[in-house]
């Protein structure tokens, strides 16, 4: 394999550390701010089901990224990636636990803006639904488990050591379940823009075993993530775990299941073919943001407890990070391939030379500033072919 094809693969690389640093707090805050869980404990759990969960369930929400903008050159999903996993970076030094989701939208959205590729709109509003639809199931799922736990623990009476061994078993087996439904859903924000123009080919052994180019961009993904939770999540951990509203180990169980039946429900494969198979409307395989999920069960249990002990403040924080991740991440990238387009003369998509290099680069034979672009049939330009002289 080529040196430059490792080289732009690093983006990608570089923002599933940073969804890693990020999105473990989705999965294991609040069981180690809670302190039922050690970090140690915590982060190894997270890194091994990550990589389990993105290998073997990782293809139905990238291939929902791909009809948002399918990124055709390594040169443009290198600066998509880098431009989502800069953004949640910034976010991180920050302390909030922003989308990475929502960077990596921001960064395809940047992408199709550049190079005049349209954006596929119906893809873009069943994305964006998502994005109103995650919190509020997740905050309905954790008042409702919340409520149903509560009564179990009310009716069975357990003693309270029982109830704690109890309760840091189930931590374990939510995070698990957690960290395998992050790595199936969220795999798509890390290497889903390299799929279209993936180096790898497929590898078959002895006839019986088939691991494909897709798939082992996901292995590369997965471990940059399991690299990020181990080495930065712990700032984030905190905010979600305690930063928006004190929990009871109890509490922490149940928003983790919450946030955790969320992110299956938006990625697997299998319940879409059961749906199916029942003449059952399907749920879209749309990447969903974790932090969004988890922010969301955390409210849901809030809320039933009373309004007066929610951190506002900080929810307002969380909220502009939201808010500001996507546009940041766009315009990195539309700042970011102009230079590569015209600086550093790569190709940032396969179909040809991207139109805002030709108010730079007239074509051969004629004046600079005197001659305009063929628009291609059906196709509506991008903001620099709007932008170039005419004659």
């Not at 599933?16 to 999105?23: E, I, Q, R, T, V």
């Not at 929400?61 to 903008?69: C, D, Q, V």
């Not at 905050?139 to 009716?155: E, K, P």
Request: with cysteine; hydrophobic share 55%; net charge positive.
């Amino acid at each position: 394999m080529e040196a430059s094809v490792l080289f732009f693969l690093t983006s990608g690389l570089f923002l599933g550390w940073a969804l890693g640093a990020n999105d473990a707090a989705s999965v294991f805050g609040t069981a180690v701010t809670t302190r039922m869980i050690r970090f140690s404990t915590a982060t190894v759990l997270c890194s091994v089901f990550v990589i389990l969960g993105a290998v073997s369930g990782g293809g139905g929400a990238a291939e929902t990224l791909g009809r948002l903008g399918a990124v055709d050159a390594l040169a443009g999903s290198f600066m998509a990636a880098l431009a989502a996993g800069f953004s949640v970076y910034l976010m991180n030094r920050c302390g909030l636990p922003v989308s990475a989701t929502q960077a990596i939208v921001g960064g395809i959205i940047g992408w199709n803006l550049f190079t005049g590729t349209p954006t596929d709109s119906r893809v873009l509003l069943k994305i964006l639904a998502t994005w109103a639809i995650c919190p509020l199931l997740a905050a309905v799922f954790s008042a409702g488990l919340y409520l149903a736990t509560r009564w179990a623990v009310s009716i069975f009476k357990p003693h309270l050591l029982r109830l704690d061994a109890y309760t840091r078993v189930g931590l374990v087996l939510a995070g698990a379940f957690g960290s395998y439904s992050l790595g199936a859903n969220n795999i798509a924000n890390v290497m889903g823009v390299f799929v279209p123009a993936t180096p790898f080919h497929a590898l078959e052994l002895g006839g019986w075993f088939s691991f494909s180019g897709t798939q082992q961009l996901f292995l590369l993904g997965s471990i940059a993530i399991a690299v990020g939770v181990v080495t930065y999540s712990g700032r984030v951990m905190s905010t979600v775990g305690k930063g928006i509203f004190p929990l009871s180990p109890i509490s922490a169980w149940v928003v983790v299941v919450s946030h955790s039946l969320v992110l299956f429900l938006f990625s697997s494969q299998g319940l879409e073919r059961f749906l199916v198979a029942q003449g059952l409307p399907t749920i879209p395989l749309v990447p969903v943001s974790s932090t969004q999920a988890v922010v969301g069960a955390v409210l849901g249990i809030a809320l039933l407890q009373g309004r007066h002990n929610i951190r506002w403040r900080v929810l307002g924080k969380i909220g502009v990070g939201w808010m500001m991740t996507p546009i940041l991440a766009g315009l990195i990238c539309f700042i970011g391939l102009f230079f590569l387009q015209n600086v550093f003369d790569q190709p940032v998509q396969r179909a040809g030379v991207h139109r805002a290099a030709a108010i730079f680069a007239p074509p051969p034979g004629r004046p600079a500033m005197d001659w305009k672009i063929p628009p291609r049939p059906g196709h509506r330009p991008g903001m620099a072919a709007r932008i170039a002289p005419r004659p």
